[in-house]
């Protein structure tokens, strides 16, 4: 595994990790400790399921590891716990290693930006990719999917902020303020290609920051450099429920499926959407999403490839 940047230490200190509380889209719910026990670790019963596993190519379980890039930035989905350069926790870490050891394989795990993983799996670098990946229309033209949770785009605020005050529903509702977002995701793809809504309702356009990682975009927000920040709503609800982050959640704006994420045509999909399954049906999959607080945000079962949500 590859240490992270340096800078993300000094964002990740905004969050105070050992309180993990977050929710889904309902109520908030209360969570697993960040270090559990093994006997709470919803993983560690996980066993090997041969008819399952005999679904991965030949060649893949003779060489019983999967090479997988994983995007690492804030809970519950992946962070770096106590701001540490240890190995990382979150939702998308537990349920990549259920899924690894339901197919009886090892994972080799590479920290990656979130913008280059999905090139670098069209390139054959990785065989995965992990990085709380939205199911979109233009994604899928590259992009193979196999989908594990619901989660999808949402807005935040300075706590205290007279800038917005109710759930945002419209994007005019952002015309002449300064929208933080990161890069290479369907947040920023959305900001651009939504631009005109403000000229033709003969507004100030809104104007759109990227930054690499979402630290540096909640850094901006509590600096006054952006107004508003768009993000994942499972991500967004955690920070407004740590009181250290200063953030207020402003609703959901658009849900989406999520991911793992191959190269188009990849042979390990159908392994992967039966492994998804398994851990659904054997209730590992409700374990893990109730220690991240994302429960809400379950499905009943993974598919590939579906297409992107009305």
């Not at 999909?269 to 049906?281: G, H, K, N, P, Q």
Request: hydrophobic letters at 40%; glycine letters at 10%; aromatic letters at 6%.
């Amino acid at each position: 595994m590859t240490r992270r940047p340096r800078h993300l230490a000094a964002a990740l200190a905004l969050l105070p990790l050992l309180a993990l509380t977050a929710c889904g889209s309902g109520d908030p719910e209360p969570v697993g400790a960040q270090s559990p026990a093994p006997s709470d670790d919803p993983v560690a019963a996980v066993r090997e399921v041969a008819s399952v596993a005999a679904l991965m190519p030949e060649e893949v379980r003779k060489a019983g590891t999967l090479r997988l890039g994983g995007s690492v930035g804030a809970p519950p989905s992946a962070y770096y716990p106590d701001g540490s350069d240890k190995a990382p926790a979150g939702q998308d870490v537990d349920i990549a290693d259920a899924v690894a050891k339901v197919l009886g394989l090892d994972i080799e795990r590479q920290d990656a930006s979130f913008e280059t993983i999905l090139p670098a799996l069209e390139s054959g670098k990785y065989d995965v990719g992990t990085g709380n990946f939205g199911v979109t229309t233009e994604r899928l033209k590259t992009i193979d999917f196999v989908t594990y949770i619901d989660d999808g785009q949402g807005f935040a605020v300075k706590k205290g902020s007279d800038t917005l005050k109710k759930k945002v529903t419209d994007l005019t509702q952002l015309c002449g303020l300064t929208i933080g977002t990161n890069a290479g995701t369907t947040f920023e793809t959305t900001l651009n290609a939504r631009k005109d809504v403000c000229a033709d309702a003969g507004e100030k356009p809104y104007d759109v920051k990227v930054y690499s990682e979402q630290g540096a975009t909640l850094t901006a927000l509590q600096q006054g450099r952006v107004d508003v920040i768009m993000s994942t709503i499972n991500g967004l609800r955690y920070q407004a429920s740590q009181p250290a982050s200063g953030t207020a959640f402003l609703g959901e704006y658009h849900r989406l499926d999520v991911g793992f994420a191959f190269k188009k045509g990849s042979p390990l999909t159908e392994a992967f959407r039966a492994a998804v399954d398994e851990l659904i049906e054997d209730g590992t999959y409700a374990r893990i999403l109730k220690k991240w607080g994302t429960s809400a945000s379950a499905i009943d079962a993974s598919r590939i490839n579906p297409p992107e949500h009305a």
